[in-house]
């Protein structure tokens, strides 16, 4: 079974541009995590999909980020502005169901934003 | 309060030895799943093994086990002979059942540092 697809794998912006990140899970995976990762710390998440609507973004900075997965499948993460702060790996992560403890996440690659 | 907490920022061993890398957690959920996930210098997490809060043994996966002491709120994870290819991060992680009043939201560990010595 293919993986959950991020891209792009890099990318370096000045602060007060706007960045935009893809993902798409695994076929059939219904919920869908974004997660930031400072370095040297553990993940965290940002907002969290089940289909296409959003089950908990408590964490995600909404004055300046946001996110959609309009046809739940595939979901973009955008932020705008950007500031120095936002350097991290941001993580895509699909699970089969929500409704479930024991459900394993499944991580792509991530992509490292570097914000000069 | 932290719900997952990894106190070895590093470990070192050498190779074909056995390590403990230690999560202790934090839930008064008695329905709890417990994970372990390896991340390696280029990037990607790597599910390890899992260990559910009801669950009467302890999670094995090939060289990986899972020490899982309830009582203790501790589920420590255990790789049997060492290899170079096991250095990397190792993050504990934890998602609660619904009675936690969340959506089983996965939450992690700030991780360990693993280094395998030749």
């Known amino acids: 079974e293919a993986g959950v697809a991020q891209s792009p794998r890099y990318k370096i912006i000045e602060k007060r541009q706007s960045v935009a990140f893809w993902c798409n899970p695994i076929?059939?995976?219904?919920?869908l995590y974004w997660y930031q990762q400072i370095l040297g710390q553990g993940p965290k998440l940002l907002i969290q999909f089940q289909n296409n609507g959003v089950v908990d973004d408590s964490q995600l900075p909404k004055d300046r980020f946001s996110a959609e997965r309009l046809k739940g499948v595939d979901s973009t993460l955008k932020i705008q502005p950007a500031k120095l702060e936002d350097s991290a790996v941001y993580l895509c992560?699909?699970?089969?169901?929500?409704?479930?403890?024991?459900?394993?996440?499944?991580f792509g690659n991530g992509t490292r934003l570097t914000v000069t | 309060a932290q719900k997952i907490t990894q106190t070895q920022p590093g470990m070192f061993v050498q190779e074909k030895e056995a390590v403990t890398l230690d999560c202790t957690y934090d839930t008064s959920d008695p329905s709890y799943g417990l994970f372990w996930y390896k991340q390696p210098s280029s990037g990607e997490m790597i599910f390890l093994i899992y260990q559910g809060s009801y669950d009467q043994q302890n999670a094995t996966e090939g060289r990986y086990s899972l020490n899982f002491q309830k009582a203790r709120k501790s589920a420590n994870l255990v790789i049997s002979a060492s290899q170079l290819g096991d250095s990397a991060m190792y993050f504990c992680?934890?998602?609660?059942?619904?009675?936690?009043?969340?959506?089983?939201?996965?939450?992690f560990g700030r991780g360990t540092s693993l280094i395998v010595h030749p």
């Open positions: 076929s059939g995976h219904a919920t």
């Open positions: 992680a934890m998602r609660e059942g619904r009675s936690a009043g969340g959506s089983y939201i996965p939450t």
């Open positions: 992560a699909s699970s089969f169901g929500l409704s479930s403890y024991n459900s394993p996440l499944h």
